[in-house]
């Protein structure tokens, strides 16, 4: 099943604001290599599809198992739509006591450049909803129809390519 070019840009931008925010809480949570380029990202992408589609066909030696794992997590893929990931992480986050970050929409802008807060205009709290909706997939003991609601909060979210290194 084939993109638009158009989505694979916005899953680049996740990746990117995924990246951003691990560096700012620092620490463990850092990221553990350096941020990936479009073209980088590209690349372990389709490997990543690569070994993803081997999984379901054919199965894969252990090896290729834990490239699987480690592409998945230098991607910083399915980040902020799992709620498993987003929750590990926010539970990190609270336990070394840097939370401010998620609370308010001041403090989750702080990831952005002034240029890409230029380029969003009026569009930062629609960004700030879609990230914020994503972080309470973390909720404990969410009941299904209030995941489901986060989820269209998520899905109805028009938040356009605007990252410096998409321009």
Known sequence: MERPIEQLLLEYQDYVLAYRLKRLVGGKLGPKTGKLSLQEYARIRLRRMELARKLVSTGMEPGELSELDDLTDQMNYGFWYNPRYVSEFLHAVLFAGRDALFFEEE?????????????????????????????????????????????????????????????
Do not use: M, W
């Open 107 to 167: 403090g989750f802008l702080k990831l952005l450049t002034p240029a890409e807060l230029q380029r969003l205009g009026g569009g930062t709290r629609e960004l700030y909803n879609k990230y914020s909706a994503c972080f309470r997939l973390a909720t404990p003991g969410v009941n299904p129809e209030v995941l489901e609601r986060i989820y269209e909060v998520i899905e109805k979210s028009h938040v356009p390519l605007f990252i410096d290194e998409l321009q």
